[in-house]
């Protein structure tokens, strides 16, 4: 039965009404936030330093700026520990003595890096170079030349040709004998590939050589392009040398190459070359190819950063300190302290420390070229020792303090599981920590820290 024009009007009648946009609400509630934001920049205009104490005051107390919040959400097993004052204390008492203990690793590296750039400007300077070459009072050149090679043309018949060789001779007055060996194709073949083969001389009598005959010192040596390499024997005790240089490029026009031998004037080569922990051939490369400049800029580097980090810690242990005298309560400032540093101090200052081990204490490093002049440098010396020992550890300790700021929930129901998951998440917080000193510890421990597997 269909209904009729009167119910039909009154069933349109009863239908809702279609909602109205709440569009002045909406607008109220912009135009509030709106005033409220040149409301905070008029007054931190008007008052900047009421506007400051009000934004860190916001910048410690506030949840929202807790990083033990953060690390409890990866983990819900975890909450934030209200730090109280012993271990305010024992936080700053770790700083003062790592505070002492980078004055001393400070000044360490200022003495060390003072030291190399007085024996560079000695006998490496710019008066005592010549052609590429350090020629200062602990060398002598013994030989230079240009050797030139023709032209290399094939035969019609064959796809190959016989490599031009090129002889000299020099005489050295080292004992044992050590010199350093130059070869330099000059452009356009600055890149061409040599080979260079070194024997005593032909007047070089039997009684020259020691009980056994070393036959690898005629072994040939190859390369290409510029390149130094210092050469030592200990069973040829002559002085007389003859070489021949193999041009393995071909060339259609004619090549040519310097050559350069200098001799060694070193008084204490015995205790060079029986230093463990140098090598010795390496060390005198590096110098006289002034590829100490890689060391060289890491040492400065790490002066810089050693003296920042050090002002950063001053600033930031300070900071807790005239907090903590003038009011117990400094847990708070104390977590935002203990990740900033973490993060501007404690990470990087442990790449900071191992450039420094690597820079100056590895066997090609600044203190065994410093060997090379300064018998006192030739002594053994452990990278770790006592007061590079105590930065570390403290340095460590420093960047492990975000253990500190998280505890595990009390539960009833834990089991071992439960306990091996908070245990790994403490660990994975320790390694990531550590990670810069323990990677180096790992990759450099056998060329860096002397360790030899047995």
């Known amino acids: 039965m269909q209904p009729g024009p009167d119910e039909r009007r009154r069933l349109r009648g ?20 709106t005033s409220a934001f ?99 009072p602990a060398w002598d050149l013994s030989y230079s030349g240009t050797l030139t090679f023709p032209p290399q043309q094939t035969q019609a018949d064959f796809d190959f040709v016989i490599p031009k060789t090129a002889p000299f001779a020099f005489t050295t007055k080292s004992q044992p004998p050590t010199f350093m060996l130059g070869v330099e194709p000059l452009p356009p073949h600055a890149d061409a590939e040599w080979q260079v083969g070194l024997r005593p001389g032909d007047s070089a009598a039997d009684s020259a050589w020691s009980f056994r005959r070393d036959y690898s ?23 007389a040398w003859s070489g021949s240089v193999n041009l393995k490029s071909k060339y259609a026009d004619t090549a040519l190459m310097k050559i350069y031998v200098v001799d060694s004037r070193i008084a204490h ?31 400065i580097l790490s002066r810089s950063m050693t003296a920042f980090f050090l002002l950063m810690q001053v600033f930031l242990a300070g900071l807790v300190l005239r907090r903590f005298w003038l009011y117990v309560d400094t847990g708070k400032l104390l977590s935002r302290v203990i990740v900033l540093k973490f ?6 200052q442990q790449m900071c420390i191992v450039a420094y081990l690597y820079a100056w204490y590895a066997s090609n490093g600044l203190r065994c070229q410093m060997c090379l002049f300064h018998p006192a440098h030739c002594d053994d ?10 930065v570390c550890v403290f340095t460590l300790l420093s960047a492990v303090a975000n253990q500190l700021l998280i505890q595990a929930k009390m539960k009833r129901d834990y089991d071992s599981e439960d306990e091996c998951v908070l245990c790994f998440f403490r660990f994975v917080m320790l390694s990531v920590s ?21």
Request: with cysteine.
């Open 269 to 299: 080569l015995e205790d060079i070359h029986s230093q463990q922990q140098c090598s010795f051939e390496n060390s005198w490369q590096n110098f006289s190819e002034r590829a100490q400049g890689q060391h060289h800029r890491v040492l």
């Open 434 to 454: 550590i990670l810069p000193f323990s990677t180096a510890v790992f990759v450099l421990s056998a060329f860096l820290l002397h360790l030899r597997s047995v």
């Open 381 to 390: 010396q452990h990278p770790l020792h006592t007061t590079n020992l105590l």
């Open 14 to 33: 009863a239908e809702p009404a279609a909602p109205k946009l709440a569009t002045a609400p909406v607008a109220e509630q912009i135009g509030q936030e």
């Open 217 to 239: 010192l005629e072994s040939p040596r190859r390369g290409w392009g510029s390149k130094y390499q210092v050469i030592t024997s200990r069973d040829y005790k002559g002085g």
């Open 343 to 348: 993060f501007f101090q404690d990470f990087p």
């Open 38 to 136: 040149y409301g905070t920049v008029r007054s931190a205009a008007s008052d900047p330093v009421k506007f400051a104490a009000g934004v860190s005051k916001w910048l410690e107390s506030s949840d929202d700026t807790d990083p033990a919040r953060v690390l409890t959400w990866c983990c819900d097993d975890f909450r934030p520990r209200k730090i109280k004052a012993p271990i305010v204390m024992a936080w700053l008492v770790m700083q003062i003595f790592g505070l002492a203990f980078q004055v001393v690793l400070l000044s360490e590296v200022g003495r060390n890096l003072e030291a190399f750039e007085a024996t560079l400007a000695n006998y490496c300077g710019e008066q005592h170079r010549q052609n590429g070459v350090c020629l200062g």
